[in-house]
Each structure stands twice: as structure tokens, then as C-alpha cells.
């Protein structure tokens, strides 16, 4: 792999990150992203009830509260300090380091029962640093120590999405204002930040590096089949237990019909 455009993938996506804008965006999140996401915390849930967890790429702490539901015995990281401080604000009780998932160097081998990789985060590192991330998070898990993480579908509706021009229509004549202005706002920056990033698009049958719609398609992010991204946590030394999509949150089988989902929710065990 090419270690320039690794290092200028993960600085895009670390400068969006770090946006006000992009903050401001999180610090409203609430709940769960899709069924999918719930699917896999309620299945872990009563296993690691009151067992140290490790909550990575934190974000403003939408997960937080998700998590600590679970256990009180917790930690969250993000390796953006403007997410960090406010992720501290808004869960001032919490434990949250800046941290990056490469290197959980702080962290001892066996230290956690649970590990959780929410919204895809993964994604936003290059194809090489990826690996490094699987390992770190298998070395921080205790022995049959669980791993969720959620990740993009190269076969999905979102690999290659391009900009736009969408209004979701209400009969609210505000509600319909305020839509047009945030579409008429959002969607030449879109437009210029699809043509700036597309040089980086890197498409291959098991993976691929996609710019992405999310934040006026202004990060760019890798996209793996099932089995790809199956083989990657094998690699790693987990064992894959279950896949849930995020449409439905239905278990996925490995020979299901994947081009309706966007991402999948992997729950992966250290063997």
C-alpha cells in the first residue's frame, strides 16, 4: 500500500472530524444509529454486564450513556481532541482519553471485556492501518472477549454515492424553507468536495476507498464486502459470531443478497 495516501486519507478525515461544524453535528446525537447497532448491544449486553469496557472512537459521546447502561467500568476514546472535550462536557462523570485506535499502548493486554467500534469509525482509516487497529483491539480484549464494530458495505447503496440534488418534501411550509436553504447551503460544498477527493477512489472487488456523502462528502472512507471484512478479523485472531445488518437489524448469513444494506454490525470474538 501507499503510505502517502494513507497519511492523506487519514488527515482529510481528521480535519473534517475536528470541524466545529462536524462537532456541533455530534454533540446532538442521541441513541442508536439503525436497528442494526441496538441488535448487536443487546446481544452482548447481559455478558458484559459490569465488566470494563472500551468504547473507541467516542465521538461527542453519543454512546456513552448506551454503554455505561452496561457497565459503569468504562472508557471512551477519540483521537480528535475537540471531540474529546466534548464528549468530557457532556458526560463529565465518564472516562475519555484522546487516543488513537493504532496504538492502545495505554492500555494492558487482556485489560477488556468488551470493545465497541460504533458508526463505522474503522472506516476512516487506510486499508493498512486497519489491520493495526484489529490487532490492538485483540490485544486490549481479555480471552473469549467480545469485539463489535460496524462497518460500510462494498456492495451497499452508499459505495459510490455522488452529490445530489434531494428534498425530502413536507407539507410544513417552514419545515420545507428550512430544508431548501440547508440543501441549497450544502450541496455546491458537496460538489467541491467530491471533485477535490476523488483522486483517491481506489476500487477493488473486496474493498475499495470511496469519498463519502457524510459531512458534504467530505471524508473518504473504505468500503469491504462481508467476507472480506470476516477474513480481516479472522485474520486477527477473532472469531466472527454474528452479523447483524442496519436496516432491520437482522442476523445476515453469509450467502444473503447484501446490496440493500449500507453497513454491517460484526460482533467478533477473541478465540
Not at 447502561?69 to 480528535?80: H, K, L, M, Q, R
Not at 411550509?173 to 440547508?182: A, F, I, N, S, V
Not at 485472531?237 to 447484501?258: K, L, R
Request: include cysteine; glycine fraction near 8%; aromatic fraction near 8%.
Amino acid at each position: 500500500m501507499n503510505g502517502g495516501r494513507a497519511t492523506e486519507l487519514d488527515t482529510i478525515n481528521r480535519n473534517t472530524w475536528k470541524l466545529p461544524s462536524t462537532v456541533r453535528v455530534y454533540e446532538h446525537l442521541e441513541g442508536w444509529t439503525d436497528p442494526g447497532e441496538r441488535a448487536a448491544l443487546e446481544y452482548v449486553a447481559a455478558e458484559a454486564r459490569g465488566k470494563p469496557i472500551l468504547d473507541i472512537g467516542v465521538g461527542a459521546g453519543r454512546t456513552t450513556p448506551l454503554l455505561r447502561a452496561i457497565s459503569p467500568d468504562y472508557v471512551g476514546i477519540d483521537y480528535t481532541a475537540e471531540m474529546v472535550a466534548a464528549c468530557r462536557a457532556r458526560h463529565p462523570e465518564a472516562r475519555i482519553e484522546q487516543m488513537d485506535a493504532r496504538d492502545l499502548g495505554r492500555f494492558g493486554d487482556g485489560q477488556f471485556a468488551l470493545a465497541v467500534f460504533s458508526f463505522n469509525g474503522i472506516d476512516a482509516v487506510h486499508v493498512d492501518d486497519r489491520h493495526q487497529v484489529l490487532r490492538e483491539v485483540h490485544r486490549v480484549l481479555q480471552p473469549g472477549g467480545v469485539f463489535i464494530v460496524s462497518a460500510h458495505n462494498r456492495h451497499g447503496p452508499g459505495h459510490g454515492e455522488r452529490p445530489r440534488l434531494h428534498l425530502d418534501f413536507t407539507w410544513n411550509p417552514l419545515k420545507l424553507g428550512w430544508r431548501t436553504l440547508k440543501l441549497a447551503r450544502s450541496l455546491p460544498r458537496s460538489v467541491r468536495n467530491a471533485r477535490r477527493l476523488r483522486a483517491l477512489n481506489e476500487t477493488h472487488d473486496d474493498w475499495s476507498i470511496m469519498n463519502c456523502g457524510a459531512h458534504d462528502f467530505g471524508i473518504v472512507v473504505v468500503y469491504t464486502t462481508l467476507a472480506e471484512q470476516k477474513r480481516q478479523l479472522r485474520a486477527a485472531g477473532f472469531e466472527v459470531e454474528m452479523v447483524f445488518d442496519n436496516v432491520a437489524g437482522q442476523a445476515v448469513a453469509d450467502d444473503a443478497d447484501t446490496s440493500g444494506i449500507w453497513w454491517f454490525h460484526y460482533i467478533a470474538r477473541k478465540t
